[in-house]
Every structure is written in C-alpha cells, then in structure tokens.
C-alpha cells in the first residue's frame, strides 16, 4: 500500500471515528470517502471524507474557497468527483446529475438562486414534474398551484403560487428554493446558506421546519457562514480548510472560538478597526424621494469620509431607495445633489458618471458578467479610461490594474484570466467591489456586502470600508446584520415602509433603538427630532 492510499484510509477513518461521536450507534446515510475535485488551476476539493447521519443537522463550515460548497455539489450531482467513493445507504453510488440525485432522495438548495423569474412560483417547484390533465396531456396548472399552496403553508409563506418568480424579493426566491427541495421528500437536504437573504422572523420559520425534517429522519447538511447559527441548530460541525477536511465535532462540545481557528488557522478579531472622524461636506443628497407606496419622501445626506448605515426589516424599501438613487428603477419625484449640484440620474451610465456605484445583493445576476474572466470584469465599468488609439484597450494597462486590485483584495484567484463563474462566492463579491474601485467612483453603494461570506472575508471587507471612508470615499452601506450596521456605521438611517423613521448616531444606537424605528408603522414623512438631530 501506497504511503497516499494510507493517508486516505487514515482520513476515511477519522471521519468514521468523528460520525461515530454524538451519533448513538447510527449508521451514515451518506459516506463520502476520500473525495477529490478539480477545476482548471484550482484544486478544489482534497481527498475529503464525512459521514452524514439519518435526523442530524450537519454544519459544513470554512471560509470561502475551503470546498464546502463543492463538496456538496459532488453529491448533489452538479460536479462529478474525480477520485473518492459516495456510499448511499450502505451502497456505493455514482450521481452523475441532479436528477440523480433527487431521484435517490438527495436534494440541495443552492447559496445562489436557482429559479427561472419568468415561470410562476408553482412552475418553478414542479418544473419537470409537471402533472398532466388526462387525455389532453396539458399541464394540470391547478393541482400544481394546490400542491404549491400546501408547500407554502408548511413554510407559513403567504405567497401566491402564480406569483411570477421575477416579481419576488430576493427572500421571498429563497423560500421557494426551500419549497422545492421539500418538494421531493428528500432523505438527504443539502442547505448552502439558506439563511443569507432572510429576516430574523423566516430564519426562525425556517429553523422550525428544519428541526421537523430532522425529527423525520432526514440527515440535513447545513452551510452557513453565521456562526451564531451553528449553536441554534446543528448537532455536528465538519470544519473544512483550503479545499481539506479538518475535523468533526459535536456541536455541544465545540466553541465558536475554537471553530474559527481550525476554520482559518489563526485567530480572528471581530471587532473592526476604528471608523474615521466624518466630514461636514455633502457629497450626495436626496430630497423628497418618492416611488408608489414603495418609496415615501425619503430625504438623507451622506458626506465625505462617512459610512451611513441603512436598518430596516425585509420590505423596508432599503435597496428601493438605492436603486432608485443609482437610476436602475424609476421615481415618481425627488432631487438628488451630487456635490451640492443638482443632477438627473436616469440610468446607471448617469449614475456612474456622477461617481455614485452600486453593488447589488445579488451579485451574480446583477455585478457580474460570469462567463468572462476576472480581469474583464474589473474593467469592463471603466473601459474608457484603458482605450488608446482608434480605440484598441490598452491590454497591458488591465491586465496590471487587475493584478493590483486582486493583490488589494486579496481575491483568490489562479490568475486574471480566470473565468468569474469558478470563483467561490466570497470572491465573487470581491470582484465586484473592485469594478467600482477602477472606476474610482465618489460614493459606494454596498447591498448586504458581507452576504454569504465567511468570518475572515467579513474581516477582509470591513477592513475595506474603513479604508474607503479614510481615503475619503463615501459609504451607503445596507445590511440585515444590526451588529454589522452598529459595528460600521457613523450615523444609522432606519426604514419601516418606504419610509426613513429615524436617523441615529451609530455611537450611542442600540439595537433595541433601532428595532424601535424599524417597527415605527404608519409614522410620518419625516423622523421625528429626537432621531433626527444626529443628521
């Protein structure tokens, strides 16, 4: 025997020996056995092996690019392995698809939504499945929307089963993601961070209906980069590191501290480094903004050097009010002043040329162009500035600008060239805020910045909006995080219906203040003095 094949098999029997703790004599309903995973100048995923119990939450956690989420999809079928064993209910198995996968009864919902918008929500959960009328063989629309509606209610979701899925929040999509791996009575459920767009009340739905799945034996592998949620849920924590399998623990024995070190090999400080003093300049203000009943005479200032914070709950109209500010959507009426100066934002190309950028929540659909590589879409906001004579670019200048902001960044990457769609999701985001660092734009627009991103990339991140805001950029910074918000921010604005209830001075704001404004239904058009007099 080979001194690698007795590496592996001491591997295949570390992780035999970790699903044996806490597990009271069950047997694994999945075995994943030495299992390996490449992708052009990047190894994935290195000989990992892990049990998953019948009725057990399994956490899957590490930083972005350690391989959870590959790992994951070399069992749910969308990678095929190129070395290890899948063992299925005591069999070896190969999932060369999705369909095969479900169809064994392994089902994932993915970090990054997986639906078609312009298909009902109905359409999306049964699509493929599809009952049929008899004789005419036409899609029974009514008994998928019935099925749909008894899905919905197990989820407690009042969501029309013939909503078109492009009309949905990105929330509100995650659900029906739920919905349809539910839909499949799926012994094996693989969440990818399933709680990264939702509101503190649909993650405590969502863990209700968790906690049923495992009392019904279901083995749930669960990814998630909030660790908070790790104690709430999980019974074991499977620690993965630079494509490699560290340990299992149980979840009672293990710390949350003692977790992030074998996550990142050293030891990570939460607290973020000190916010600069803030300017009195103006650079961007919004008068009487105004969009139906989504958006309410919402008036702000953000000057130069600060970060001000956006609090709200799930359909505050935060990302409205942005959208509308960086000219992706329509106003009904309002100013908006870049330096004191009126001006018109009717597009983004409007928006970009005022200096104002925006980086979306949902970064894939709206951040980047995947299918092109990492230094195309650093450039692509700025291609202007890299075009030389009769309009050739300028390869050499890209191509060291890229290096620079992979450099700055820290984006983990094989090279410039590689194509953005292979990069994990923290990376990703990375990609996409340093587009907006080529076009050196005044003020940055940061939806749910830290989404889906792991403890050391927040670290990375945060550490990046203190470096803005001291080089004098301007930060609007969203987030569903109120630590994040309080830890970041000068000053809080906190939404409640398309409106702003009040504007708080982050240094002596609570979270129980602004869960106050977030709460304020029905108040007036304006703050009220009190919250408004840190503006």
């Not at 009195?280 to 050097?305: A, H, M, P, T």
């Not at 409205?320 to 500010?325: G, I, L, N, P």
């Not at 908006?336 to 200096?355: C, E, M, Q």
């Amino acid at each position: 025997m080979t001194g690698g094949h007795r590496d592996s098999q001491d591997r295949d029997v570390a992780a035999t020996d970790a699903a044996g703790r806490g597990s009271g004599g069950r047997a694994p309903i999945v075995s994943l056995r030495g299992i390996s995973k490449s992708f052009p100048g990047v190894l994935a995923v290195q000989e990992v092996s892990v049990d998953i119990l019948p009725g057990e939450v399994h956490a899957l956690v590490g930083e972005n690019g350690a391989g959870k989420s590959t790992l994951m999809k070399v069992l749910a079928g969308v990678y095929t392995k190129d070395a290890g064993r899948v063992i299925y209910k005591g069999r070896e198995v190969e999932i060369p698809t999705p369909r095969a996968a479900q169809q064994l009864g392994i089902s994932m919902i993915h970090q990054e939504l997986n639906l078609m918008p312009h298909l009902t929500v109905a359409q999306n959960v049964f699509i493929g499945r599809e009952p049929r009328r008899r004789l005419t063989f036409l899609v029974d629309e009514k008994e998928i929307n019935d099925k749909t509606q008894q899905l919905m209610a197990l989820l407690h979701l009042t969501v029309d089963p013939r909503t078109r899925v492009s009309a949905l929040t990105v929330a509100r999509q995650q659900m029906v993601e739920i919905a349809r791996a539910l839909s499949f009575n799926s012994e094996v459920l693989i969440m990818d961070e399933p709680t990264a767009a939702l509101a503190d009340t649909e993650i405590e739905e969502l863990f209700h209906i968790i906690r049923q799945l495992r009392e019904k034996g279901v083995g749930i592998v669960y990814i998630t980069h909030r660790l908070d949620e790790l104690k709430r849920i999980s019974d074991r924590i499977t620690v993965m590191r630079d494509g490699r399998y560290i340990d299992t623990v149980p979840t009672l024995e293990a710390s949350i501290d003692q977790v992030i070190r074998m996550m990142v090999g050293r030891t990570i400080f939460q607290a973020a480094p000190e916010i600069p003093d803030q300017t009195q300049e103006v650079v961007l203000e919004v008068r009487n903004l105004r969009r139906g009943n989504v958006i309410k005479d919402v008036s702000f200032q953000l000057r130069r050097g600060e970060i001000l914070g956006f609090a709200g709950l799930l359909g505050a109209g935060r990302t409205e009010v942005m959208r509308a500010v960086f000219g992706a959507d329509p106003i009904d009426a309002g100013e908006i002043y870049v330096r004191g100066k009126r001006v018109r934002v009717k597009s983004p190309k409007d928006a970009v040329r005022y200096g104002i950028g925006y980086l979306s929540e949902d970064r894939k659909r709206y951040g980047l162009t995947l299918g092109l590589d990492v230094e195309s879409n650093l450039v692509l906001s700025a291609l202007e500035k890299f075009l030389g004579w009769l309009g050739w670019v300028k390869n050499a200048v890209t191509r060291s600008t890229a290096l620079r902001v992979i450099d700055k960044l820290a984006i983990k990457t094989p090279s410039p060239e590689q194509k953005v769609r292979n990069l994990s999701g923290g990376n990703q985001q990375k990609v996409v805020v340093g587009k907006w660092l080529v076009a050196d734009t005044e003020v940055l627009i940061f939806d749910e910045p830290t989404r889906g991103i792991d403890v050391g990339a927040k670290s990375e991140i945060y550490t990046l909006l203190n470096d803005l805001a001291r080089q004098g950029k301007s930060v609007i910074m969203i987030s569903s995080e109120l630590p994040e918000t309080l830890r970041m921010s000068h000053r809080i604005a906190v939404m409640c219906e398309g409106r702003i209830t009040g504007v708080l001075d982050a240094s002596g704001a609570t979270q129980e203040m602004i869960m106050k404004y977030a709460t304020m239904r029905g108040g007036g058009s304006h703050p009220t003095p009190a919250a408004h007099a840190a503006s």
